[in-house]
């Protein structure tokens, strides 16, 4: 599908934009969106795109190459891969952007406020005011380094984290058996989407070896935890 770059976004330091989508091909908090420019010669691959933001009902997708621009046209395919789910139980959740923008999980604040749950962002903000005043007052944000002080606390935890990144989270999850559900949103390049077979998206898992691609990017925390070498 061939669509229009509304509006672009600078928030913290990513770009976000919207794209002109009907809303029957959102994707859900962690799916991804491959997309890719119709005319630009240095971006020939496919870019993945993520729901960003918090709890507006206009669809942003990010992170933005810094050369997309609005009125730019782009191709689209449906939303990729597995997706966030809270527990619809859920009252006390956790978000771990780890080392990097909470703006990919912030789009689970919309369902967590919904049910009512308690919300802890475990964020090393630093000087990023930016995205700390378009946080719902109910979001408490707290140092990243607290969450060991706080596992017995959560019910769920959504984490996003590099692939490359998982010894250090093993380090901050150092207790053996976890007292909560968690997801993680996998970063890691996915040329092909599973259709080359390319391996390059490869995460070790319980299970053995899966695709972050097609069997992720959202995986059970509880497949993940301590797998990492
Ligand atoms: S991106 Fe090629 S198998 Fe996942």
Known sequence: MLTKLLEINQIGEERAGVLDI??????????????????????????NLFRVIGTGDQLYLGPMPENWLPGDSIHILPPQGNGFSIPAAARRVGLLPFGVSPLRLLPLLKTTLMQNAALVLF??????????????????????????????????LAIDIALGDLP??????????????????????????????????AVKTTKGWQHACTDGPVFQLKELHHVAQ
């Open 22 to 47: 009907p809303e029957k091909y959102w994707p859900q908090p962690g799916q991804y969106m491959p997309c890719q420019h119709d005319s630009d010669p240095a971006a020939p691959l496919v870019t």
């Open 123 to 156: 964020w090393d903000a630093g000087q990023n005011h930016d995205i700390l005043h378009r946080l719902p007052t109910v979001v408490e944000v707290a140092p990243t380094a607290t969450l060991a002080e706080n596992l017995d606390w959560l019910d769920y």
């Open 168 to 201: 250090q989270l093993n380090s901050l999850l150092s207790i053996p058996e976890l007292p909560f559900d968690g997801q993680l949103l996998i970063r890691t390049d996915m040329p092909c989407r599973g259709i080359g077979d390319c391996g390059v998206c």
